[in-house]
């Protein structure tokens, strides 16, 4: 088990009801961990459609995590 | 040379003022604006939600690649984040050069790059009182729409 800290914005801020939570996870990367918490929680967006931040900086899929890491999903941007 | 998210109503002026040089001949500047419609939608306001820390690092790598590709002598985009009403600037991006044309390619350069790249999201306020964040639809399980 490893304990992550994840953020969330936007439209997976508004689907999990909160921006952010420390969490206990069996998971091994960032993909896999959204797929969990997709299950949970009823993310509409697929894995696919998102990119990944941890601690801070984008992170190629599938990310691979460890203890203490800080993890964002990232939705389609549409600044501007 | 500048990137920044900003929480509060930006003053083009102020920013027109900091491309200030001697060297240089054009200066373009964008602003992108709310707009009262989307896809046939009438949008009565917007919110802007950014993740402010890798935004503004992603940002500057934007930046950084514009000053590599053109030469021009300063580079200044601001962002903004929160409840927008029609009308309100949104983005502000100026450009300054000694010539004009590495100014607008610049210019184009960051606005199509930050719209693709920088963690900021919309989400838009219908007139029917429906709201959408964009780009985030989906019909699906097995659609990747």
Not at chain 1, 5 to 17: D, K, M, S
Not at chain 1, 49 to 78: H, Y
């Amino acid at each position: 088990m490893k304990t992550l800290r994840v953020q969330y914005f936007a439209i997976l801020r508004e689907q999990r009801g909160q921006a952010e939570e420390t969490l206990s996870t069996t998971a091994g990367d960032a993909a896999a961990l959204y797929e969990e918490l997709r299950a949970k929680h009823g993310f509409t967006l697929p894995v696919a459609r998102l990119r990944a931040a941890v601690n801070g900086e984008f992170a190629a899929w599938p990310a691979p995590l460890k203890d203490g890491d800080e993890v964002v999903f990232i939705p389609p941007v549409a600044g501007g | 040379m500048s990137f920044r998210i900003a929480a509060s109503p930006l003053d083009p002026a102020a920013l027109k003022a900091s491309l200030a040089d001697a060297h240089a001949g054009a200066c373009v500047t964008f602003e992108g604006w709310v707009r009262d419609h989307n896809d046939g939608r009438p949008v009565q306001a917007l919110d802007y939600e950014a993740y402010g820390a890798l935004a503004e690092k992603e940002g500057a790598r934007i930046v950084a690649e514009t000053l590599a590709k053109f030469p021009v002598t300063r580079v200044v985009c601001v962002h903004r984040t929160g409840s927008l009403k029609i009308g309100d600037l949104a983005v502000w991006i100026g450009v300054a050069s000694a010539h004009r044309g590495a100014a607008f390619d610049a210019c184009r350069y960051l606005i199509d790059e930050v719209k693709a790249r920088v963690p900021i999201w919309k989400k838009e306020h219908y007139a029917d009182g429906a709201t959408e964040w964009i780009n985030c639809a989906t019909r699906g399980e097995f659609s990747d729409r």
